[in-house]
């Protein structure tokens, strides 16, 4: 079963424009993660909030979580067209496995 | 330093057929993980090895699926026999131990059944 489901499924924005994903949790977590899949690649370590953490910042991404509504949004501030990715929250709750969402399908146009 | 290496990238079998996948993780790397990616969603853990032994493979289908980790270090994926819906992507990863937070991820192998 998927730990979190990702809103929007899809998102397309212009090159300078921030962008905003979701993602909601069913189960308690230690931490939640981001990942980002390129086209035909592996997944990519983005960044990790701990469970008693509420933001946290990495370069252009901003990662809140909120975890009396389960829930979680990745920010990437000024997108540039190699943002263009799938992006996947991975929740770790006590049995030490992560869990992936449906992902979100990020296009940042030119 | 080197990443999580897969084999091959492609396969294309029909129903009933076996195949085999291999990772050669990160090394000193001593957890390694399998995930099976079908199409349109997240990845799926089906086995987690911790060196040689398995951790967790809860989620890997028995009947026709087995995984191997001989001297803790590379990895082999069977599926035998498959079936049409093992079409996916499968996905190695490693961490230095379980407990540590990030997973490296290999490319991938993408599986299609005829």
């Known amino acids: ?110 | 330093e080197a990443g999580v290496a897969q084999s091959p990238r492609y396969k294309i079998i029909e129903k009933r057929q076996s195949v085999a996948f291999w990772c050669n993780p990160i090394s000193g790397h001593a957890t390694l993980y399998w995930y099976q990616q079908i199409l349109g969603q997240g990845p799926k853990l089906l086995i987690q090895f911790q060196n040689n032994g398995v951790v967790d493979d809860s989620q890997l289908p028995k009947d026709r699926f087995s995984a191997e980790r001989l001297k803790g270090v590379d990895s082999t994926l069977k599926i035998q026999p498959a079936k049409l819906e093992d079409s996916a992507v499968y996905l190695c990863a490693s961490s230095i131990e379980a407990i540590q937070e990030t997973q490296y991820f290999g490319p991938g192998t993408r599986l299609l059944v005829l």
Request: aromatic fraction near 6%.
């Open chain 1, 1 to 110: 079963s998927q730990q979190g489901e990702e809103d929007p499924q899809a998102l397309s924005i212009q090159e300078g424009e921030n962008a905003t994903m979701n993602c909601s949790y069913k189960t308690s977590i230690n931490n939640l993660q981001w990942y980002r899949q390129n086209s035909g690649r592996g997944l990519v370590h983005l960044i990790l909030i701990r469970s008693n953490e509420r933001e946290k910042h990495s370069g252009r991404l901003r990662v809140t979580l909120d975890t009396s509504k389960k829930s979680s949004s990745l920010l990437i501030t000024a997108s540039r067209a190699a943002d263009t990715a799938s992006y996947f929250c991975a929740g770790r709750g006590s049995a030490r496995q992560l869990t992936f969402g449906s992902g979100t399908q990020l296009t940042v146009l030119p």
